[in-house]
């Protein structure tokens, strides 16, 4: 049992205080006289108990980073132990997108928006059957959902699928630390027999460069995509020629697969081992190289696939598709200090001159300096200048380094689509 005593003074309500410079003939029901104080002492008592639990969340995990800084922060979502790199995203919503792109394999994903998981999670914004990133770190997790598409929390959801997640943790200071440092590898732990020694010693055991990260998130064998962009959402659709697309599954976005069945493709999806000679079999109308997590110099075996293709059938390369079909053209890529990551980047279409907002989420880009002659950059990012599209008009490729189907993201780039029908429109034209 513990007790306190507290000892309050009570003003007589009646009470009240005249000015200094009042005179006494001033009528007033106040007297001037020395006011009157009624003292009591107040006496309080509880008793807890030694093993009742707080009625708020404690730090209990922390986040190690390469360079030895060590974030504490509260838990949600899987525990245990986690290695990946961590990069930022400057994304405001779209957060169950970003969760789903299978891009982020390997990465800790930083939300620079502070306030996440207000909306909850829906199955219909899912872009891949599973959760792919290493973990999620945010500023503010909402103790509540409100959105009628919501189905789970998104706790609920990141335990479901055993990833890890952070929050109450500075994501401002460490964002700042990896514009200036560049990504870090980091460690993601809630067990407290670890030390802080033993996670930043793991940390430099590990690096995301030169990992084929492709394999463990590409499909394992062929199937056929029929779904288009729903109608509530399609805001750009057309109907004609249909034409066969093979698309090769590096770490494709499932609303990549809507927006070419929405401009009359059929698709047939395929592994990211699957042979070029099996793909030519096939007698495509075009092929698409998808997006994907990592390096592309990890995965020569792709580069070797999209050398076969070129100059075949018309070809479109996103994101991790534009790398491989850079180094196959002969040219080199590079790792970027801290990436691309969000849906509000500035990209300039060099034919037209007209400025995109993109979404964006790589890390390598590719220097075009190393490209042979003919093959033309068509886009700018204008944050850093770096390549964001190539063309080589005369074996029929185009590719940007960007997302446009966005998902989350602003919808100015969903026009390459188009114009990638419009290709091999023109091609069988010219057949």
Not at 268 to 290: C, I, Q, R, Y
Not at 341 to 358: A, F, Q, W, Y
Request: aromatic share 10%.
């Amino acid at each position: 049992m513990a007790s306190a005593s507290m000892t309050f003074t009570l003003i007589k309500p009646s009470t009240c205080f005249l000015p200094k410079y009042s005179s006494s003939s001033s009528s007033s029901s106040c007297s001037s006289t020395s006011p009157r104080f009624r003292v009591f002492t107040l006496r309080c008592s509880s008793q807890v108990a030694a093993s009742a639990e707080r009625p708020w969340k404690v730090s209990d995990a922390r986040l190690v980073l390469e360079d030895g800084s060590v974030w504490k922060a509260k838990s949600f979502g899987a525990s245990g132990t986690q290695v990946g790199e961590v990069v930022f995203n400057t994304s405001l919503t779209g957060y169950q997108e970003i969760l789903t792109d299978p891009s982020y394999a390997g990465q800790f994903v930083l939300m620079t928006n502070p306030h996440i998981g207000n909306t909850g999670v829906n199955f219909d914004d899912e872009e891949s059957s599973e959760c792919f990133l290493a973990g999620l770190v945010i500023r503010s997790l909402s103790i509540g959902t409100s959105n009628w598409r919501c189905k789970e929390t998104l706790c609920d959801y990141l335990a479901k699928r055993n990833i890890m997640g952070i929050y109450d943790v500075d994501t401002r200071a460490i964002t700042r630390r990896l514009r200036e440092d560049g990504s870090l590898i980091g460690v993601l732990s809630t067990e407290e027999s670890k030390t802080d020694e033993e996670l930043l010693k793991m940390s430099w055991s590990w690096d995301i460069v030169g990992i084929d990260l492709i394999s463990g998130v590409s499909c394992k064998a062929p199937y056929e995509w029929v779904d288009k962009t729903n109608s509530e959402w399609d805001f750009n659709s057309t109907g004609g020629e249909t034409f066969r697309i093979v698309a090769y599954d590096f770490g494709i976005k499932h609303n990549i697969l809507r927006r070419l069945a929405s401009y009359g493709c059929k698709i047939t999806v395929v592994p990211s081992t699957w042979l070029a000679s099996e793909t030519l079999k096939m007698k495509p109308d075009g092929v698409l190289f998808s997006n994907g997590p990592g390096d592309p110099s990890a995965v020569p075996y792709a580069v070797e696939t999209v050398k076969q293709i070129l100059g075949k059938v018309p070809v479109f390369g996103i994101c991790m598709g534009h790398q491989l079909l850079g180094q196959a053209l002969g040219g080199k890529t590079f790792k970027m200090k801290f990436g691309h990551h969000g849906g509000n980047h500035p990209v300039r279409n060099l034919r037209t001159g007209h400025v995109e907002i993109s979404a964006q989420n790589h890390n390598y880009a590719v220097d075009p300096a190393s490209l042979p002659e003919g093959v033309e950059v068509t886009h700018v990012n204008l944050n850093d200048e770096s390549c964001a599209g190539l063309a080589y008009p005369a074996k029929n490729i185009m590719s940007l380094q960007y997302h446009p189907e966005a998902s989350p993201g602003p919808h100015d780039s969903d026009y390459a689509f188009r114009e990638f029908v419009e290709l091999i429109k023109k091609v069988k034209q010219n057949a």
